[in-house]
Antibody, heavy 115, light 108 residues
Framework: QVQLQQSGPGLVKPSETLSLNCTVS????????WTWVRQPPGKGLEWIGHVHHSGTANYNPSLMGRITMSLDTSMSQFSLTLHSVTTADTALYYC?????????WGQGALVTVSS | EIVLTQSPGTVSLSPGERATVSCRASQSVINNYLAWYQQRPGQAPRLLIQ???TRAAGTPDRFSGSGSGTDFTLTIDGLQSEDFAVYFCQQYGSSPRTFGQGTALEIK
C-alpha cells in the first residue's frame, strides 16, 4: 500500500523559506512523478508542481522563481522549497503521487506565514 | 491556463437522491484528461474518477463521470451519508494542472 508521510515546520516568517518533506513507502520513488498541491484555508486546491525521479521538474508559473522541488531516492523522500514567502502562502500543503491524476496523498501539513 | 468552473457551488440533497455536479473548462481538455476528487472535512482529497469516466480503484459504482471537450459531469446515484462532502474537478491535459473551485454537497 502506497503511503505518503509529510513533515515540516508549521510556522514560517514572512520573507523566509518554507521547506516541506514527503516520505514515501510502498513504492519506489524512482517510479513516475511526485506532486505538491496546496489549499489556502477554506479555499480550493492549487497545483504547485511536480518532479520526476530524474530530477526534472515542472512548476506552476504563478510560483516560478520562488520554488524548487527535489528528490532523495536513498531516503524515499521528495521535498518542496518555497522562498520569500508571504501571508498569501499560508495554506495546507499536500504531497501526492503522480503527474496527472493523484491516487495517493499525504495527510497534509498546515503552514502559516506570520511574524 | 485552463480555468475550470464548477456548478453549483453548493447543493443540498437528501440521502437516496441523485447529485449532479458540473465542471466547465475555459478550453477543451486534451484527451478528456479530467479527474474528480472527494474531500471530507479534515481529510486529503480522494481520487474518484480519472480520464473523465474511469472509476479509480475502490470508488463505488454509484459514482459516475461523463463528458468531453469542455463539459464534464459527476453523478452520484443514491446518495449515502458518507457522500456529503466537497467535490473538485481537475484537468491534467495541459500544464499547469488546474482544479475547479469545488462543489459542496450538503445534507438537506
Amino acid at each position: 500500500q502506497v503511503q505518503l508521510q509529510q513533515s515540516g515546520p508549521g510556522l514560517v516568517k514572512p520573507s523566509e523559506t518554507l521547506s516541506l518533506n514527503c516520505t514515501v513507502s510502498g513504492v519506489s520513488l524512482t517510479i513516475g512523478y511526485w506532486t505538491w498541491v496546496r489549499q489556502p484555508p477554506g479555499k480550493g486546491l492549487e497545483w504547485i508542481g511536480h518532479v520526476h525521479h530524474s530530477g526534472t521538474a515542472n512548476y506552476n508559473p504563478s510560483l516560478m522563481g520562488r520554488i524548487t522541488m527535489s528528490l532523495d531516492t536513498s531516503m524515499s523522500q521528495f521535498s518542496l522549497t518555497l522562498h520569500s514567502v508571504t501571508t498569501a502562502d499560508t495554506a495546507l500543503y499536500y504531497c501526492a503521487r503522480g503527474s496527472g491524476w493523484y491516487p495517493s496523498w499525504g495527510q497534509g501539513a498546515l503552514v502559516t506565514v506570520s511574524s | 491556463e485552463i480555468v475550470l468552473t464548477q456548478s453549483p457551488g453548493t447543493v443540498s440533497l437528501s440521502p437516496g437522491e441523485r447529485a449532479t455536479v458540473s465542471c466547465r473548462a475555459s478550453q477543451s481538455v486534451i484527451n478528456n484528461y479530467l479527474a474528480w476528487y472527494q474531500q471530507r472535512p479534515g481529510q486529503a482529497p480522494r481520487l474518484l474518477i480519472q480520464a473523465a469516466s474511469t472509476r479509480a480503484a475502490g470508488t463505488p459504482d454509484r459514482f459516475s463521470g461523463s463528458g468531453s471537450g469542455t463539459d464534464f459531469t459527476l453523478t452520484i446515484d443514491g446518495l449515502q451519508s458518507e457522500d456529503f462532502a466537497v467535490y473538485f474537478c481537475q484537468q491534467y491535459g495541459s500544464s499547469p494542472r488546474t482544479f475547479g473551485q469545488g462543489t459542496a454537497l450538503e445534507i438537506k
